[in-house]
């Protein structure tokens, strides 16, 4: 392992509910990486806001790495088969649920989707993943998977299909804290006949008589379609090796989703190790006291802040001032809150420019000019406070307070700009202000503004009436001045927001 410099990097692992000294893997087949591994999205329809929280929580978290000079290789998975409905064993695939609705073919509502989603991750600065496995490209891998699960006698079948007996799994159920009944009760599990534990989760899902699914797989266990859980297992395995430093997901996958893939994985791998050394869950983001998600209705996106006028970096900055590991309440006023930030900062940095790329502490440490103690001292509680399980909002308060501190040099105050937005990854160095800026929303208004702006509006139409010109443009000026468009139309001037 490359040497790690700094404060000693520590993560909250969910696996035993506590802050731990990060230490990685021994080295692997010659290559000396963390290798990362994050659930990815089910393709089957737009990723709402609350879906992109685990992706910028990932990209923070390799960021991070890169700081310490932790080398790293990234997989996250996209699901275009294998998950039903309702997170279920049975029933009908999600994907093939959407292209029945958009009369398309699975193979377009996936790379539709998949298309949608990267290209938010990029407006987001979320740096891409070494790898992108798509779960239908891995089903022989995992019919093998299943088979040798069988062999070592953790299966058996039903007609639905083939079972994982959780029964067989000692410590199954450790991640979410419960015990084998417990994990199940409240949660929303459908019947299914024969089904020996409520926990027994499906590895493969025949079709159902009389039924022929559009994604289909011949297998041991008749034709069908893999269990969600499996491909995970399956794909991590396979690109980043038997046993990897960190799985990351959204909270939601503690319960449930990750509990069967460490089951199915320690069983498959029976050394007796723990399969992945560290699990690391997002919080929800939460829309009016709810979380968002699509199956409560809520399907708020991206490209719906975008088109109010807010820039996308406005919502990565929205999520780094929060931890990780905290709910974080979605509202207008604490989006506007982060873009006015956001061109504060981006008017404050365009000064400094060009900033150099400072993506490691080693190399802060390098440019920091030797005399300017103060700008080290910044270094310093940047790498304290990224190493404390990813305390993004202290990283951002260190950024601002760095721009108000007179006391460092030019150079200095540039490298530790350039050392922040590395971890936070805004893209302070190349962000134009026209872009932030963008068009703000009525709802961006202070109290009594669009009363302002009205009388302001008729007191010009007033003087244009009078012909006091002077007036007339002194009052344009104003109004330019709060950011507001005038225009004169037959009936009558009207107004927006730039
Ligand atoms: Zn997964």
């Known amino acids: 392992m490359a040497c790690v410099i700094g404060q000693q990097l520590r993560l909250y692992n969910s696996l035993g509910r506590r802050v731990e000294d990060f230490t990685p893997c021994a080295a692997r087949g010659g290559e000396q990486s963390v290798g990362l591994y994050s659930c990815g999205p089910t393709v089957y329809s737009y990723q709402h806001l609350g879906n992109m929280r685990p992706y910028v929580f990932a990209d923070t978290l390799r960021r991070a790495l890169r700081w310490k000079g932790i080398p790293y290789r990234h997989v996250v998975n996209i699901t275009d088969v294998g998950h039903a409905v309702a997170d279920s064993d049975t029933g009908e695939d999600k994907l093939e649920v959407a292209a029945a609705r958009e009369r398309r073919s699975v193979e377009d509502i996936a790379a539709f989707y998949t298309k949608d989603w990267l290209a938010a991750l990029a407006a987001l600065g979320v740096e891409p993943a070494d790898e992108y496995p798509r779960a239908s490209a891995y089903v022989p891998q995992m019919i093998e998977f299943a088979k040798r699960l069988t062999e070592l006698g953790y299966t058996y079948e039903l007609p639905s299909g083939l079972y994982f007996d959780t029964s067989k799994s000692p410590g199954y159920g450790a991640l979410a804290l419960l015990d084998l009944e417990g994990q199940i009760e409240g949660a929303r599990v459908e019947h299914v006949e024969g089904r020996r ?215 200095g105050l540039r490298v530790v700009v350039a050392a922040a937005d590395g971890l936070l990854g805004l893209g302070l160095g190349t962000l134009k202000a026209a872009e932030v800026e963008g068009r703000r929303s009525l709802s961006s208004l202070e109290p009594g503004e669009v009363e302002t702006i009205e009388r302001l509006v008729s007191e010009r139409t007033q003087a244009r009436k009078e012909k006091n010109w002077p007036r007339a443009d002194e009052i344009r000026a104003e109004l330019d001045r709060l950011g507001v468009q005038v225009t004169d139309t037959p009936s009558g001037p009207t107004w927006e927001l730039r």
């Open 197 to 411: 534990h409520k926990s027994d989760f499906a590895l493969w899902r025949a079709e159902e008589p009389g039924v022929r699914r559009v994604m289909r797989w011949d297998s041991p266990w008749g034709w069908g379609a893999p269990g969600w859980h499996l491909e995970c297992s399956v794909m991590s395995m396979s690109l980043l090796g038997a046993h990897f430093d960190i799985h990351t997901g959204g909270i939601d996958h503690r319960q449930l989703h990750h509990v069967n893939e460490i089951a199915q994985s320690e069983a498959y791998l029976g050394d007796g190790q723990p399969w992945v050394k560290y699990w690391l869950h997002n919080e929800f983001i939460l829309l009016d006291s709810g979380k968002i998600s699509k199956s409560a209705g809520h399907t708020l996106r991206l490209a719906n802040l975008v088109e109010d006028g807010y820039h996308p970096m406005a919502y990565r900055l929205f999520l780094l001032g929060g931890h990780y590991r905290s709910q974080l309440d979605f509202t207008s006023a604490a989006l506007d809150a982060a873009q006015a930030t956001l061109v504060r900062l981006v008017h404050r940095v365009s000064g400094l420019r060009p900033l150099p790329l400072v993506e490691t502490l080693a190399v802060a440490r390098d440019l920091i000019p030797a005399q300017d103690k103060q700008a080290a001292s910044y270094v310093e509680q940047l790498d304290e406070a990224i190493s404390a399980d990813l305390a993004t909002p202290r990283v951002l308060a260190l950024l601002q307070e760095s721009l108000r501190d007179t006391s460092l040099s030019a150079e």
